[in-house]
């Protein structure tokens, strides 16, 4: 039996009903999953092939049960290449994700700010990524069950889903950004001459998640939708020292608008 498979034929029976929306909820951005109705809790740490999250502010543990009249399943807390985890761990539960039957995933983070015009606790659609980090999730034999050797990336964040969260955004009155993320490995916040070369280089945000997985929903055809939260200026942009306590502080300030937002766009899903 696949490794795969093992974790499907743990979690299924739990369930009543197959997902079919995944949340992956990033730094602070976990309470999402605290309002799904009827949840069905399962730390990480009993799911064959998972492993734990460490992060201070990731739960680690899907939550699957009813939001916004959806079957969704959320990844309360995710897992980061930093931790010291393989590439094939982080993405572990996108893939089992698309196993469950999901077909939309929503990726949420805290990034840096580095477009200047942006603020602390502003939210920014992810137009598109790059990736920074020299690494690639689909390195070594390509499964072709799952996808195709060299998945195509030019619409890895899906435009119908963009507009209609644009639409959210508008109805709700949240001055929604749109922009570039910048995925690089961490664990050290950047230095501002590297800040100063990603802006050049056209990026809005910076963070240490969601580039792989989005790279594996993609090869296996998920359509994805991605949310930064600015939580913090990224270095050199203000006079004062990054830590991941502000991340933390000012994901909390958002959390409400954070809320509302994806809970619009899932009831429009
Ligand atoms: N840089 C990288 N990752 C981050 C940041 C940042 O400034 N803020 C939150 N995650």
């Given at each position: 039996?696949?490794?795969?498979?093992?974790?499907?034929?743990?979690?299924?029976?739990?369930?009543?009903?197959?997902?079919?929306?995944?949340?992956?909820?990033?730094?602070?951005?976990?309470?999402?999953?605290?309002?799904?109705?009827?949840?069905?809790?399962?730390?990480?740490?009993?799911?064959?092939?998972?492993?734990?999250?460490?992060?201070?502010?990731?739960?680690?543990?899907?939550?699957?049960?009813?939001?916004?009249?959806?079957?969704?399943?959320?990844?309360?807390?995710?897992?980061?290449?930093?931790?010291?985890?393989?590439?094939?761990?982080?993405?572990?539960?996108?893939?089992?994700?698309?196993?469950?039957?999901?077909?939309?995933?929503?990726?949420?983070?805290?990034?840096?700010?580095i477009?200047?015009?942006y603020?602390?606790?502003?939210?920014?659609?992810?137009?598109?990524?790059?990736?920074?980090?020299?690494?690639?999730?689909?390195?070594?034999?390509?499964?072709?069950?799952?996808?195709?050797?060299?998945?195509?990336?030019?619409?890895?964040?899906?435009?119908?889903?963009?507009?209609?969260?644009?639409?959210?955004?508008?109805?709700?009155?949240?001055?929604?950004?749109?922009?570039?993320?910048?995925g690089?490995?961490?664990?050290?916040?950047?230095?501002?001459?590297?800040?100063?070369?990603?802006?050049?280089?056209?990026?809005?945000?910076?963070?240490?998640?969601?580039?792989?997985?989005?790279?594996?929903?993609?090869?296996?055809?998920?359509?994805?939708?991605?949310?930064?939260?600015?939580?913090n200026?990224?270095?050199?942009?203000?006079?004062?020292?990054?830590?991941?306590?502000?991340?933390?502080?000012?994901t909390?300030?958002?959390?409400?608008?954070?809320?509302?937002?994806?809970?619009?766009?899932?009831?429009?899903?």
């Open positions: 039996m696949s490794k795969f498979q093992e974790a499907v034929d743990y979690i299924l029976p739990k369930l009543t009903e197959k997902p079919t929306i995944g949340l992956v909820l990033g730094s602070g951005l976990g309470v999402l999953a605290d309002e799904i109705e009827n949840p069905t809790v399962i730390p990480y740490g009993e799911i064959p092939g998972f492993t734990a999250s460490t992060v201070v502010g990731h739960k680690g543990q899907l939550v699957i049960g009813k939001l916004q009249g959806k079957q969704v399943v959320a990844m309360q807390g995710r897992f980061h290449f930093y931790e010291g985890h393989d590439l094939s761990d982080v993405v572990f539960p996108i893939r089992i994700m698309k196993f469950l039957g999901v077909e939309t995933i929503i990726v949420t983070n805290a990034a840096g700010g477009n200047e015009s603020r602390p606790g502003d939210l920014m659609l992810i137009q598109d990524h790059i990736n920074m980090t020299g690494r690639n999730p689909l390195i070594g034999p390509n499964d072709d069950t799952l996808g195709t050797r060299f998945p195509d990336m030019s619409e890895a964040y899906s435009k119908n889903l963009r507009e209609l969260a644009k639409g959210v955004a508008a109805e709700q009155g949240i001055h929604l950004r749109e922009g570039i993320y910048v690089l490995l961490g664990p050290s916040y950047e230095t501002p001459a590297e800040i100063r070369m990603l802006r050049m280089l056209g990026g809005d945000a910076v963070g240490m998640s969601t580039v792989p997985e989005v790279i594996v929903a993609k090869h296996m055809q998920l359509q994805v939708l991605g949310i930064s939260c600015i939580s200026m990224a270095a050199g942009i203000l006079e004062q020292p990054l830590s991941h306590e502000e991340v933390m502080e000012t909390e300030k958002v959390k409400a608008q954070f809320l509302a937002l994806v809970q619009g766009i899932l009831a429009k899903l």
